[in-house]
């Protein structure tokens, strides 16, 4: 790989696009290599198709890298920063490069805005790590908006083998375009909850209308400890009252709750438990059990979406005709 614009000591994070596997490949293994040779430890979070390319392009060196399917792992973007901080500080002894493929074919509109703030909350979560990060993405998914964000997350563009700054890289702005509002479903179920013994009535609530949905007897259980989360969270720190509300759409139950509270960090729910602070672990068991998180903040209140797939929708479900 050429050599990058000097940066100073911390987060190196870049971005390449790519446009062919061999440009794939020319682009994240000399990235690999080049750490592997400096006993850098190596972890790269791509889709299941990019993992046998990588395999096959390292050969033996594929042994070094510890390699993810994000399209699992990361199905939800809010568990990527978890999934790299805890790699990180089990490797904290010394440097550590990092691959991501946060958005991949079959993302969908509403999953995207979480990808990108990922990878701008990325800047802010690993500001003062020793940790070079590249992401690659997909020429053909890429219209103008997407090359937008991707300029204004990343302080580093590349293709191929070389990598120059980016004129717009604005992690502020990304975030506020990140943080979008987020309506109600249409006739959903609603539940007041406003004070500790509300909690039971919740649960029963959801409960009941994921077995309406047809989900399972374990995705139910993880269901109604979202719900508890969530509305626990409310009561502590978003002003004592929080109305929840479920619909499904698009293969997915939706559970919202709406409360006059505002999140100050923007990483809450994204650090592992073992760093505290105000409603990081029941925010993070949210972002481990759902398939997708989308928040919205403001001082009027915040509304959080988790979102559970249901069943028959994963892959690999059968499906009567």
């Known amino acids: 790989m050429a050599s990058a614009p000097t940066v100073d000591r911390g987060y190196d994070h870049s971005a390449v696009i790519y446009r062919t596997p061999d440009e794939y490949v020319h682009s994240v293994v000399p990235f690999i290599t080049e750490g592997l040779a400096r006993a850098e430890t190596v972890w790269a979070a791509v889709p299941t198709p990019k993992l046998s390319i990588l395999r096959e392009a390292l050969g033996a060196a594929a042994r070094d890298v510890t390699f993810v399917d994000i399209t699992e792992m990361g199905r939800n973007p809010g568990r990527i920063l978890a999934a790299e901080w805890a790699f990180i500080y089990q490797h904290r002894t010394g440097p550590v490069r990092l691959i991501a493929e946060p958005v991949w074919p079959g993302r969908t509109a509403v999953e995207y805005p979480a990808c990108i703030q990922h990878e701008a909350l990325a800047n802010i979560a690993?500001?003062?790590?020793?940790?070079?990060?590249?992401?690659?993405?997909?020429?053909?998914?890429l219209d103008d908006e997407i090359l937008a964000d991707i300029r204004a997350t990343h302080p580093l563009i590349g293709s191929n083998a070389s990598r120059e700054r980016s004129a717009d890289y604005a992690v502020d702005a990304a975030l506020q375009r990140c943080n979008q509002a987020l309506a109600t479903g249409p006739a959903p179920l609603t539940y007041t909850v406003s004070k500790a013994e509300d909690l039971a009535g919740a649960r029963r609530h959801g409960g009941r209308y994921g077995r309406l949905l047809g989900?399972?007897?374990?995705?139910?259980?993880?269901?109604?400890?979202?719900?508890?989360?969530?509305?626990t969270n409310s009561l502590q720190h978003g002003g004592g009252r929080s109305?929840?509300?479920?619909?499904e759409h698009s293969g997915h139950l939706v559970c919202e709750v709406r409360d006059l509270g505002f999140l100050?960090?923007?990483?809450?729910?994204?650090?592992?438990?073992?760093?505290?602070?105000?409603?990081?672990?029941?925010?993070?068991?949210?972002?481990?059990?759902?398939?997708?998180?989308?928040?919205?903040?403001?001082?009027?209140?915040?509304?959080?979406?988790?979102?559970?797939?249901?069943?028959?929708?994963?892959?690999g479900a059968v499906t009567a005709d």
């Not at 109305?243 to 619909?247: D, I, P, S, T, Y």
């Not at 759902?290 to 797939?309: F, N, Q």
């Open 126 to 141: 690993f500001e003062d790590c020793d940790v070079a990060g590249l992401c690659p993405y997909d020429a053909s998914l």
């Open 215 to 231: 989900l399972s007897a374990d995705r139910i259980a993880d269901l109604k400890l979202v719900i508890t989360e969530l509305a």
């Open 243 to 247: 109305r929840l509300a479920f619909w």
């Open 264 to 315: 100050i960090d923007p990483l809450a729910g994204r650090r592992p438990p073992n760093t505290g602070g105000p409603g990081a672990v029941g925010l993070f068991v949210v972002n481990a059990l759902a398939d997708l998180v989308r928040t919205h903040t403001s001082p009027g209140g915040t509304t959080i979406h988790a979102y559970m797939r249901l069943d028959r929708f994963a892959p």
